[in-house]
C-alpha cells in the first residue's frame, strides 16, 4: 500500500510533464527521460524520507563556541538540523528549513551532554514537496580547556614526579618524553601526578596533554605544559681531606655524574658556602687560622632552566682548626709575669712558653687563660707565646699562636697615704705606713683579688706585705735618655731634625744599635721642597734650616728604620709598627717600609699598653705642647713620588708647632705622660689632656720598633 503522499507526488508529476511544450521539431524519444512507477494504496499518508547517505566529519572544538559549516551544492535550496547527544538514537530537531550553510551554537547548549552528532538535511523543493538529498553528520567532540598554572616536576636520584592543575574536561593526561624534535609517549594516567623513574644525573623535558575520551575519538587539548628539569645526581663519596695546614685545607672525594659540585663550611652558626667546582677537588683557604670547621659537599645536576637539582649531602669531614688566642694585658710583677689571653672557641688546653736565656722554654700546659711566671728578673722584658691546643682522632692540633713582650715592673704609685698589711686583709698586721705618692717595688703577681704584693721599705726586700689596690696607682718609666737634636751627640746639630733624633734615641738608646741622627736625616730620608710633596713620604723642607713648617711624618720615619736597619743587616730581628691616622689616604706603594703592621693612631690606653709591653713610642704632637694652630695650607700634586695616590691636586694642612720626640712613661696618679724630648736632651712629663690636644691634631702618629 503506498503512501497516499507519494501518489500525490507522482501524480503532481506526470501533470508538470504533460502540460510542458513541446516544440515541433523534437520528439519525447529526443530525451531520455526516467520515469518511475509507484504503486498507489487506497489510503496514502506523507512521510519525509531519508537522504540517501551523510558525508561524515568530525569537530574537535571547545564547549565555550561552536559554529557548524558544510559544503553548500547548487541543488541545495534549504536544511533540516537534527542531532544526538552522547551517541544516543534518539534525534532531537535543532532546526528546520533553515536557509544558510553555517550555524553556531552557545555554550549553553552542549549543557546536555559530552558529545554530539549533528545531521544536516539538505532538500528542494518540488512543488510543495522536499526532496531530500545527500546529507552530512558531523560529529563534535569537545577539546579538554587549556592547561593554565605551572607544570611542576620535583625529582631525586631515581625518578622525576610531575603535577599539574585539574583541566576542565579532561578525562585522562598524556606524558611525553621530549629529545629535541622528537617525543615519546611514556604514559598517561587519569590523576593529576604522574611518577617517571629515571637514572641519576639526567637531563628530562616533559610535555603533558590532556585528553578528551570517547567511544570513537580522543581529542587532545592544543594547550599544553612543557617542562625541563633532572634528576639528582648520587652523593658525592669519600669525602676527606687530601691536604691540610694552618690556613688551607684541601678535600677531595669520589667523582660522580652532575654538573657541579656545591662545597659547604662551618665554623660557627650555620653552613656557608665557600666554593663550587665542577672536579671533584676544592682547596680552602684562610687569610688567618680560624676555628673548629665542618665541611661537606653535595653533587649538583642543572637543568636546561638553570634549576639545580640537589644530590644528597656527603659525610661531614671535620678539621680542627683554633682561632690565634688574643693576648690580653698582662699583669706585672717585679720578679713575675701573669700572661692573659681570650677563650679560643675548641680549644681544650694552651701551651704556654717565654723565651729567656736565648731559647724558648719547655711548654707550661694549662686549662686556664692565664699563667703566671715566677723568678724572673726585675726590669727586664721578657717574651711569651701562647698557642691553644685540641686534639682530634688522637692527633695534637694547634695554630702558630700568639706572642706578647712583657717588662717586669717594680714601681707602683700610692695615690694615699698606705697601710701595708701582713696579710691580704685589714684585720691582719700592719707591718707598713706610707706616704701619699710613694714608689712601691712590687713583689710577684698576687692570686688575692683587689691586693698588691709589695716589699716593705726598708727592709732590703727580705719582708713582703699587701697594699690594697685602691690605694696605687699605674705607673711605667722605660727611663730612655734623649739625643739633643741641637747638640754634638750623634752628629751635628739639626734645628729642625726632631724626627731623625727621636729615631737615633730609640735604636740607641733602647735597642743599642749606634747610629748618628745626621745619618738618618741625610741618608734614609728624601727631602721635599715646601709643596713639592708630602710629608708623609719625604722630609718637608730641611732639617737643617728653620722656616717654621719643616718636617717629615711617621710612615716615612718608618722607611727610614727599615733602609737603616736593613744596611746593619739586622732587619728581621725587629719588627716595626706605624700607627696613623693618614693610613687611609698614604699610598704605601711609595713607600718601602718592609714588613710592618699599619693601623690607625692610638688612644691613651694603647699608648700605655705599648709601654707596658716596654715598648718606646716615636711620637708626633705639638712643641713643648703648645695649642695647635694652621701653619699654613699647600696644594700637593696627587700621583706624584711623594704624593698621595689618584690624580688631581689636595690640600695639605700643615699643623703647627710640630715636633717629634719619644714616650718614655706615664704615671695615673699625676696624671702625665713621661717623654724623652730631643729638643734639648732632656726628660720632661706633660698633663694627659694637653698631650692629648696636639697628639690628636698631628693626626695620633706613633712609631713602635720592637726587637723581636
Known amino acids: 500500500m503506498m503512501n497516499k503522499r507519494i501518489s500525490a507526488l507522482i501524480c503532481a508529476l506526470c501533470l508538470s510533464f504533460s502540460a510542458l511544450p513541446v516544440q515541433a521539431d523534437e520528439t519525447i524519444d529526443q530525451e531520455s527521460v526516467s520515469v518511475v512507477t509507484y504503486e498507489t494504496a487506497e489510503v496514502q499518508e506523507e512521510i519525509v524520507p531519508e537522504p540517501p547517505s551523510y558525508a561524515e566529519s568530525v569537530l574537535y572544538a571547545k564547549a565555550d563556541n561552536v559554529t557548524l559549516s558544510w559544503d553548500r551544492t547548487s541543488d541545495e535550496e534549504k536544511y533540516d538540523i537534527k542531532y544526538t ?8 530537531t535543532l532546526k528546520m528549513d533553515y536557509e544558510d550553510n553555517t550555524f553556531s551554537l552557545s555554550s549553553g547548549f552542549f549543557n546536555q551532554g559530552s558529545c554530539f552528532d549533528f545531521y544536516i538535511k539538505p532538500y528542494k523543493l518540488v512543488g510543495e514537496q522536499k526532496s531530500y538529498l545527500d546529507g552530512y553528520k558531523i560529529a563534535v567532540r569537545f577539546v579538554p580547556d587549556d592547561m593554565t598554572g605551572k607544570l611542576n616536576a620535583v625529582s631525586n ?16 593526561y598524556k606524558i611525553y618524553l ?18 617517571y623513574n629515571a637514572a641519576s644525573a639526567q637531563k628530562l623535558t616533559f610535555r603533558v596533554v590532556p585528553v578528551s575520551v570517547y567511544d570513537d575519538y580522543e581529542a587532545a587539548s592544543q594547550k599544553t605544559l612543557t617542562v625541563s628539569t633532572a634528576t639528582a645526581p648520587k652523593p658525592a663519596s669519600g669525602l676527606k681531606i687530601s691536604k691540610s695546614t694552618d690556613k688551607s685545607v684541601s678535600l677531595t672525594w669520589d667523582k660522580t655524574e652532575c654538573t657541579k659540585y656545591i662545597v659547604y663550611r662551618k665554623t660557627t652558626g650555620s653552613y656557608q658556602i665557600i666554593g663550587m667546582p665542577t672536579t671533584n677537588s676544592f682547596t680552602d683557604s684562610f687569610s688567618k687560622n680560624e676555628g673548629h670547621h665542618i665541611y661537606i659537599v653535595r653533587a649538583v645536576m642543572t637543568d636546561d632552566n638553570g634549576k639545580d637539582h640537589n644530590g644528597a649531602l656527603s659525610a661531614v669531614v671535620k678539621k680542627n682548626f683554633l682561632k690565634t688566642p688574643v693576648l690580653k694585658d698582662s699583669i706585672s710583677g717585679l720578679n713575675a709575669i701573669r700572661v692573659c689571653w681570650n677563650k679560643v672557641e675548641g680549644a681544650q688546653y694552651y701551651k704556654v712558653f717565654i723565651y729567656k736565656n736565648g731559647a724558648w722554654s719547655e711548654p707550661v700546659i694549662t686549662k686556664s687563660l692565664f699563667y703566671t711566671f715566677e723568678g724572673l728578673d726585675s726590669k727586664t722584658t721578657y717574651l711569651f707565646h701562647v698557642k691553644p691546643c ?12 700568639a706572642s706578647t713582650k712583657v717588662v717586669t715592673d717594680s714601681r707602683l704609685r700610692a695615690k694615699t697615704n698606705y697601710v701595708i698589711y701582713e696579710k691580704a686583709s685589714t684585720s691582719s698586721k700592719v707591718l707598713y705606713r706610707g706616704d701619699y705618692g710613694d714608689i712601691i717595688q712590687q713583689k710577684g703577681i698576687t692570686d688575692v683579688s683587689g691586693w698588691y704584693k709589695v716589699y716593705v721599705p726598708g727592709t732590703a726586700k727580705a719582708k713582703v706585705g699587701y697594699v690594697r689596690g685602691g690605694q696605687i696607682a699605674a705607673y711605667a718609666d722605660l727611663g730612655i735618655k734623649a739625643i739633643n737634636q741641637n747638640g754634638w751627640e750623634g752628629g751635628s746639630p739639626m734645628v729642625m731634625g726632631c724626627e731623625s733624633a727621636a729615631l737615633a734615641t730609640v735604636l740607641q738608646n733602647q735597642h743599642g744599635i749606634s747610629c748618628s741622627k745626621n745619618d738618618i736625616a741625610n741618608n734614609y730620608t728624601h727631602w721635599v721642597s715646601h709643596g713639592a710633596g708630602d710629608p708623609n713620604y719625604a722630609f718637608f723642607g730641611s ?10 711624618y711617621a710612615p716615612a720615619i718608618a722607611q727610614a728604620a727599615n733602609w737603616f736597619l736593613s744596611d746593619k743587616k739586622v732587619r728581621n730581628n725587629y719588627q716595626i709598627d706605624i700607627h696613623t691616622d693618614f693610613n687611609s689616604t698614604v699610598n704605601w706603594r711609595n713607600l718601602s717600609v718592609g714588613s710592618v703592621n699599619r693601623t690607625s693612631g692610638l688612644d691613651l690606653a694603647g699608648i700605655k699598653r705599648e709601654l707596658n709591653k716596654g715598648h718606646a713610642l716615636i711620637v708626633w704632637f705639638t712643641t713643648y705642647n703648645a695649642s695647635p694652630r694652621t701653619g699654613g695650607y ?5 700621583g706624584g ?9 689636595y690640600t695639605f694642612r700643615w699643623v703647627a708647632p710640630q715636633h717629634c720626640a719619644v714616650i718614655t712613661g706615664f704615671d695615673d696618679l699625676t696624671q702625665r705622660i713621661t717623654i724623652a724630648d730631643v729638643i734639648n736632651g732632656s726628660t720632661v712629663t706633660y698633663p694627659y689632656s694637653t698631650f692629648m690636644n696636639g697628639y690628636n691634631a698631628l693626626g695620633r702618629q706613633t712609631v713602635v720598633i720592637d726587637k723581636k
Open 157 to 172: 636520584s631515581t625518578s622525576v614526579t610531575l603535577s599539574w592543575d585539574k583541566v576542565n574536561k579532561a578525562q585522562k
Open 390 to 401: 685540641v686534639k682530634s682522632d688522637g692527633k695534637e692540633i694547634t695554630t702558630r699562636g
Open 178 to 195: 621530549l629529545d629535541g624534535e622528537e617525543e615519546t609517549l611514556v604514559g598517561e594516567t587519569t590523576a593529576l601526578t604522574y611518577k
Open 543 to 552: 732639617p737643617y734650616v728653620y722656616t717654621g713648617n719643616d718636617g717629615i
Open 634 to 638: 699647600y696644594t700637593i700634586k696627587a
Open 85 to 92: 547527544v552522547n551517541s544516543g538514537k534518539t534525534f532531537s
Open 641 to 649: 713620588k711623594y704624593s698621595n695616590a689618584g690624580s688631581g691636586s
